[in-house]
Structures are given as structure tokens and as C-alpha cells.
């Protein structure tokens, strides 16, 4: 019997569980559940004929037959996740990089930065990106805009501007501030803007982009989407084809392609995402309000908490109940010792530089993150000395608080 398990039909949770329909294939006696890590380098084709049009299936792979030459340049585990992922953001195609930042330079370059083009990208980003812009793309000679693409004016500073790329964060880092998608998109649609957004903090599970009118979702894998901290990756998926033959091209060209064992790892981690995602939300939620009341602390960045300048907007975008799992808080004590002490006697959290994963993670964003912006810089998106990032885990929430607590206190 042929145990498919790529009905459009089915809810995402149910395609997380049971992948794309390249991981089984035919069942026969014996045939695995889970697909093979492939670790070749090199396939091989029934003739030379059929390795010359498999070389052309590489740059534009037909549903349901991909064609494999080298590794390079797709294997069946990296394809198998790009498969799922894309039907899980509702786009046309996705392409798996080595890391969240592979994959930001290559749709940057698919969207179509290069010399003499515009870029308007939220000031508030992730500092590597910041760091990507400035280092990479304005040596270029692509013009660089940052400005507050979090407020009111978002869509006239994007029509005045007119730029060729549009680069916004779904939730800001560490500020979680809220984009207002659907108004980004229309604003970046009516200049000829090819609009890119970052979705890490909220992956498909608590909203999908593409919906919104973007053209390209970007993730850094490493979190949530693996979500145990034991691999580094990074996707894009795509809303048109052109764009998604571009992508591949670059990610080729660039050798940035994610290896069969990260692809591998991804793909399990996707199994579990809704599951993880629910406790997330609803662990931070409850950590946000223990800590808005605690004496120690000064505010509680969090959209999730009714008095965040951008509650409504977070509940019409993500749902009730579903304002992720990051947060941030600034203690009382602004001050980098005072953090540092608070971090250092953490017993449960992990002081440690990344998000999304099982556990819970604290980090200071402006050694880690946002370090290679000057304080000025920081003070400017608003990242004071007592702010401290907090990537809620799946824990049990008492034991979280607990934690906090007593290193609070
Ligand atoms: C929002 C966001 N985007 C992109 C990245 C980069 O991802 P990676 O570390 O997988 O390259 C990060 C890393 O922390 C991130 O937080």
C-alpha cells in the first residue's frame, strides 16, 4: 500500500509529524519510516544523456522529480526539508542554507541588491544582519536605509523612499517589537519592492508570511525549527519562482547549501515545532507577567502583555495566546554588572547566545547579538545596560520563575 504523506489538505501539525512524501516513497517490505541520511557527494545517472538533463533539473528540479548530480547542489534529506517547509509557508519552493545568515545574504541577493540598488531595512535588526548590510552590501555600493519600520509611518518612510528591497523582522531582536506585515507588503508592492522578512521568532506555526503578501520568509533554523540546539541552518522560502530560481542559483554558487545531516536534523526538529511553539507561548506569557510585577525589574518587552504599545496588532497577527517564546526585560539596576551578576547565578536558564531552544536561554544582547553596534548605536534601537533577552524553554513555568527568582533576588 502507498503510505503518501503529502496532502495539501492536512493541517500543519499533521505535515510536520509526517514530512514530505520524498522521505518514504512506495512502502515495500522492510522499507524504513524515516529517510537515510544520504552522504554521497556525487550521484550517479542511468547514462551521460540522463546526467546532462539531470544537471538542468538541479537548476529548475520538476515536482516529484528531483534530480540529484551533487551535493552541493541539493541531496534528498536538504530537499526533503525544503519540501515540507514550503508547503508549511504556503510559497512555491524553499531552499535550505548552512546557517540563518547563508540564508539572509542569499535572498538579499535574490531580491536583487546590487550596486546602485536601495535597500529599506527596520532599524531594529538582528546586529549580524545590521552587520551583513554594512559590511557586505554597502561596499557594494547598495544604498542602505535603516529606519522605525515598527511605527505608524512604516508605509510612507517605504513610498517616499522607494527602494528595491524591503527587510523587516516579524517580532524585532530583543525588543520584540511587531511589524505590521500586511502594511509593509502593500506599501513594498506598490513601489515594485521586493518585500523579505525574517521570521525566526515566529515560524509558520504562529504565522505565515507569505499570507501577508510577502515575497520572501527567511529563518534561521538554528532555532526554533531544529529547537534543540544541535544544528545550524537557515531557509528561505519563496512566493514566486523567479525568485526561488535565483535563490538556488546563489546558494549554489555560494556553496551555502545546508549538508545532509544538518537537513536531517531540521527536518526532526519540525516533527515537534507546534508542540514545542504551544509551551513556548504559553510559558513565556505567564513568565512575562511574573516578571512585570517583580521589584527587581524595570519593563517587560513582550506583546503578549496588555499594556504592550502593539498588543492588538500582535493578537490580530499571531492569535491569542501566541506571542512567541522570546522576551526581553530591563532590571531596575541598569547597569552591565548588575546583568552579569543576575545572569551568572542562573541555575536552571542557560547564559548562553542563541534562542529557541528546548531549554531556557539568557543572553546580554549587547555582548552577544547586537555587539558589533556602538553603545550609541544600542541606546538608539533602544537597548539599555539592564536589558536582558530571555528565550523561555518547554521547562516546567514554576521552575523557570523559580529560578529567576531567586536570581533576581
Ligand atoms: C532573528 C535572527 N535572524 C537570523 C539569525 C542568524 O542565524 P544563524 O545564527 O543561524 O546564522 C539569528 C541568530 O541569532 C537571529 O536571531
Not at 40 to 46: A, D, G
Not at 82 to 104: C, D, K, N
Not at 130 to 152: A, N, Q, W
Request: proline share 4%; net charge negative.
Amino acid at each position: 500500500m502507498k503510505q503518501s504523506s503529502n496532502h495539501t489538505s492536512w493541517a500543519l501539525d499533521t505535515l510536520f509529524v509526517h514530512g514530505s512524501k520524498l522521505d518514504r516513497g512506495e512502502s515495500t517490505t522492510g522499507s524504513p519510516t524515516v529517510q537515510p541520511i544520504y552522504t554521497s557527494t556525487t550521484y550517479l545517472h542511468q547514462n551521460t544523456e540522463a546526467l546532462d538533463r539531470a544537471f538542468d533539473h538541479t537548476t529548475s528540479p520538476k515536482e516529484g522529480e528531483p534530480a540529484y548530480v551533487y551535493a552541493r547542489q541539493g541531496n534528498p534529506n536538504a530537499h526533503s526539508l525544503e519540501t515540507v517547509m514550503a508547503q508549511a509557508e504556503g510559497g512555491v519552493g524553499a531552499i535550505a542554507f548552512g546557517s540563518g545568515m547563508a540564508a539572509i545574504h542569499a535572498a538579499l541577493l535574490a531580491a536583487g541588491l546590487a550596486p546602485g540598488s536601495k535597500i529599506v531595512a527596520a532599524k531594529d535588526l538582528y546586529g549580524s544582519t545590521i552587520s551583513l548590510l554594512r559590511k557586505v552590501f554597502v561596499p557594494l555600493g547598495i544604498e542602505v536605509v535603516m529606519h522605525d519600520l515598527y511605527g505608524p509611518d512604516a508605509a510612507n518612510t517605504i513610498r517616499e523612499a522607494q527602494p528595491d528591497v524591503v527587510y523587516v523582522e516579524t517580532l524585532s531582536n530583543p525588543l520584540v517589537k511587531v511589524i505590521d506585515l500586511d502594511a509593509i507588503s502593500a506599501a513594498a508592492q506598490e513601489v515594485g519592492a521586493v518585500s523579505v522578512v525574517d521570521s525566526t521568532f515566529t515560524t509558520p506555526y504562529l504565522v505565515r508570511p507569505i499570507e501577508h503578501g510577502f515575497d520572501l520568509v527567511v529563518h534561521s533554523a538554528t532555532k526554533y525549527l531544529g529547537g534543540h540546539g544541535d544544528s545550524t541552518a537557515g531557509m528561505v522560502i519563496s512566493a514566486k519562482n523567479s525568485l526561488l530560481n535565483s535563490l538556488r542559483s546563489y546558494a549554489m554558487i555560494l556553496g551555502a547549501m545546508l549538508s545532509p545531516f544538518e537537513s536531517h536534523l531540521i527536518k526532526r526538529g519540525l516533527q515537534t515545532l507546534p508542540l514545542r511553539m504551544e509551551r513556548h507561548c504559553s510559558n513565556a506569557l505567564q513568565v512575562a507577567h511574573f516578571l512585570q510585577q517583580h521589584a527587581a525589574v524595570e519593563r517587560v518587552h513582550y506583546a503578549g502583555l496588555p499594556g504592550h504599545p502593539q498588543h492588538a496588532l500582535a493578537t490580530s497577527l499571531l492569535g491569542p495566546a501566541r506571542y512567541g517564546g522570546l522576551l526581553s526585560f530591563e532590571l531596575k539596576a541598569q547597569s552591565r554588572e548588575a546583568a552579569f551578576y543576575f545572569m551568572d547565578k542562573l541555575q536552571l536558564c542557560l547564559s548562553a547566545t542563541t534562542l529557541g531552544d528546548a531549554w531556557s536561554l539568557v543572553s546580554y544582547p549587547a555582548i552577544s547579538s547586537h555587539r558589533d553596534l556602538s553603545e550609541a548605536e544600542r541606546k538608539h534601537i533602544g537597548i539599555t545596560d539592564g536589558c536582558i533577552r530571555l528565550s523561555v524553554g518547554i521547562e516546567n513555568v514554576e521552575d523557570i520563575m523559580k529560578d529567576l527568582d531567586q536570581a533576581l533576588g
